[in-house]
């Protein structure tokens, strides 16, 4: 912030008023007075507005009374109150990385231009474009809770784009591939051996395409309407070890077929499994760690029944797709995978495979009434065979 004297062009000369809107790298201003007394009364105008702002009068910190490192500890700190410890452990050890390259910057250093250049820097180191794409997101939500709570006047990585990658293929089982491995894990564990839980748990996972977590959590009261539905209410949180509401912030209702029905309740018989206890657990009343059943159970099966490898998540893709290509009604099959926007839910059309083939053996539109030799005319009809 400086007052200059300059001379014009016709002799005569002004007071300029030169400074930057939240410190340098900011908005810079130059205001021009023919005398310096309004030139000085300009200057301390601003500089009251800035000493309001740094008290809290206006409720506004200035880019220069801060750094990241100070935002970031603010933002996990209100986050830590409504985020699953899962997330927030993620969250801590994303910001301690963060740390190391930007943590005693002042905010407004946090421009598009920086920040193209950190992504081209983590890219060269081998990520993702989705790693990068998830670290970057990260500094936009601490800066964008920053200036909601009024820390900062405005988040100076707005219009920053995210890179564009070639998407991460979805994978998911074919039908037949989904019951070669049943029948597999059916043979492996038995109707009523010790371990008949984790054929169970599979039988489950592809059925009603639950998560892991909500597969975890579910217990014998969960079964309701006469045992044709799951109610999903909570999920098993590995890293705090307790409870807490599924992935979408409220409960919903599942499909239970007759078969998952009978091999659930001849589970709960079977191992004694209180109304309130976990189905699927090593002991009743002890929950099973998700990691130990991928790499325990399901890994391992995998590769005995020799199906094409795929992850835990994907049965519940694998799920969904079925649900649909069965002929379930795409609403339906949105809330039952519990997604907040059917544009989610959208994404497993293109995967129906096989089922769209045979809408071609069995559905078209023809303008002739008859199998064409050559051109016909005719109307037209829609041709359905089954």
């Known amino acids: 912030m400086s007052i200059k004297k300059v001379n014009r062009k016709n002799g005569e000369f002004v007071w300029e008023v030169r400074l930057y809107t939240n410190g340098r790298g900011t908005k810079k201003i130059r205001r021009a007075f023919e005398r310096k007394s309004d030139a000085e009364a300009f200057m301390q105008t601003h500089a009251a507005r800035k000493r309001q702002l740094r008290s809290g009068a206006l409720g506004t ?57 950190y992504q081209k ?13 998830h670290k970057v997101q990260i500094i936009t939500a601490i800066l964008n809770f920053s200036v909601r709570n009024r820390r900062i006047p405005f988040n100076p990585a707005a219009g920053l784009q995210k890179l564009k990658g070639a998407r991460t293929v979805m994978r998911f089982w074919e039908k037949w591939e989904a019951e070669a491995f049943l029948a597999f894990a059916d043979k492996k564990y038995p109707f009523g051996s010790s371990k008949r839980w984790v054929y169970v748990a599979y ?11 909500e597969l975890l959590g579910l217990q014998p009261r969960d079964i309701v309407q006469n045992g044709e539905m799951l109610h999903i209410q909570r999920q098993f949180d590995r890293v705090a070890r307790t409870y807490r509401e599924p992935k ?21 018989r079977q191992r004694n499994i209180g109304v309130v206890e976990p ?8 929950p099973i760690w998700h990691e130990a059943l991928r790499s325990k159970y399901f890994e391992r099966d995998i590769r005995e029944a020799g ?11 694998t799920a969904g797709t079925l649900l649909l290509a069965a002929g379930c009604d795409i609403k339906t099959v949105q809330a039952i995978m519990g997604h907040e926007q059917i544009s989610t839910t959208l994404i497993y059309v293109h995967l129906l495979g096989d089922a769209v083939k045979e809408v071609a053996r069995t559905f078209s539109i023809s303008g002739t009434r008859d199998k064409p030799e050559g051109l016909q005319k005719g109307a037209l009809r829609l041709i359905h065979t089954t």
């Not at 039988?203 to 977590?213: E, Y």
């Open 61 to 117: 910190m200035d880019f220069t009374d801060t750094t990241f490192r100070k935002e970031a500890a603010y933002w996990l700190d209100h986050r830590s109150k409504v985020v699953s410890p899962a997330y927030l452990k993620k969250a801590r050890a994303l910001v301690a990385e963060l740390d190391s390259d930007m943590g005693s910057l002042t905010p407004n250093r946090l421009h598009p231009g920086y920040l193209a250049e």
């Open 121 to 133: 820097s983590e890219l060269s180191k081998g990520l993702t474009f989705t790693t990068v794409n």
């Open 203 to 213: 039988l489950t996972a592809l059925n009603t395409a639950i998560r892991a977590g």
């Open 248 to 268: 979408s912030k409220r409960s919903r209702y599942v499909p239970c077929n007759a078969e998952l029905r009978t091999e659930m309740e001849a589970l709960i």
């Open 279 to 286: 189905i699927f657990c090593h002991e009743p009343g002890q």
């Open 307 to 317: 199906v094409r490898p795929i992850r835990w998540h994907d049965m519940r893709h």
